[in-house]
């Protein structure tokens, strides 16, 4: 998938958003998180978006790179 624009926000809250309202199950413990509590952070070359099971701490990670 490629990050692409939208309107008024950038690529970093699109694809955490999407994430947030697509991934809110644990595939470990099948824990459900409503908060959706993913972070993102990035280095310049890639952005890494994290999410940490709050049941069984299980973290699944996407990275994205940015391809300069
Ligand atoms: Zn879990």
Avoid at 31 to 42: A, F
Wanted: aromatic share 10%.
């Amino acid at each position: 998938m490629v990050p692409r624009r939208a309107h008024g926000r950038s690529d970093f809250e699109w694809i955490r958003e999407r994430y947030e309202n697509t991934e809110k199950r644990c595939s470990e413990c099948g824990y459900v998180d409503e908060e959706g509590n993913w972070t993102s952070h990035t280095d310049g070359q890639r952005i890494v978006y994290r999410h940490v099971c709050p049941s069984c701490e299980a973290s699944h990670e996407h990275v994205f790179d940015l391809g300069n």
